[in-house]
């Protein structure tokens, strides 16, 4: 089968401008997940969605941050604007219908840095 | 609050020789563990996971684990590396919520 598919796979950006990273997730994957993995520390989990709603951005900057999920396929993460700290590896994820028995697949990640 | 702590940045080890990665975790019930690899420029690959049954866990690629609650840990082993085997390794814990959280990860090199 395809895998997570993610792009672009690398980004630079000066603070203040803004940027999007496109997920497409294993076909029939319920569940999607971004992930934000800063150097030298584990992924962190941003957003959640099962099909196209939203299950989990307790940890998403909203003031900063936005994803979506129209259809309950592709998935879009957008930051305006974006900080220095935000430089960081974005993986997407998806799972077939989440939970415990429900393996994650990854993407390759796209590596933003912001100057 | 759940939390997984790898104490190892950093491990270099031989080729040929034994490994052991060390994870432990904190979490009030029983735990769902799992290990991860990501090599250079990748995702995260699925190594093995334990939920139940057995303490002793078989993965892919020669990996196990072995589960210990009294030392509430979650140590992966492989008998012999091989080079191929040079990537970064995370251990996770899965919550309440079933969220998944990360360990801030192993460099294992090897040299030859």
């Known amino acids: 089968e395809a895998g997570v598919a993610q792009s672009p796979r690398y980004k630079i950006i000066e603070k203040r401008q803004s940027v999007a990273f496109w997920c497409n997730p294993i076909s029939g994957h319920a569940t999607l997940y971004w992930y934000q993995q800063i150097l030298g520390q584990g992924p962190k989990l941003l957003i959640q969605f099962q099909n196209n709603g939203v299950v989990d951005d307790s940890q998403l900057p909203k003031d900063r941050f936005s994803a979506e999920r129209l259809k309950g396929v592709d998935s879009t993460l957008k930051i305006q604007p974006a900080k220095l700290e935000d430089s960081a590896v974005y993986l997407c994820?998806?799972?077939?219908?989440?939970?415990?028995?429900?393996?994650?697949?990854f993407g390759n990640g796209t590596r933003l840095t912001v100057t | 609050a759940q939390s997984v702590t790898q104490p190892d940045i950093h491990i270099t080890v031989s080729e040929g020789a034994s490994l052991e990665l060390r994870c432990n975790y904190s979490?009030?019930?029983?735990?769902?563990l799992f290990w991860y690899v990501q090599s250079p420029g990748q995702g995260l690959q699925l190594l093995l996971k334990y939920f139940s049954g057995d303490t002793l866990v078989q993965g892919i690629k020669g990996f196990e684990a072995e589960f210990k609650r009294s030392q509430s840990s979650f140590n992966l082993r492989k008998p012999s590396v091989h080079w191929s085997d040079a990537a970064e390794y995370f251990c996770a814990v899965e919550n309440r919520d079933d969220k998944i959280i990360f360990g801030k990860g192993t460099r294992l090199h090897i040299l030859p």
């Open positions: 994820a998806s799972s077939f219908q989440g939970g415990k028995n429900s393996p994650l697949h």
């Open positions: 979490y009030g019930a029983t735990p769902y």
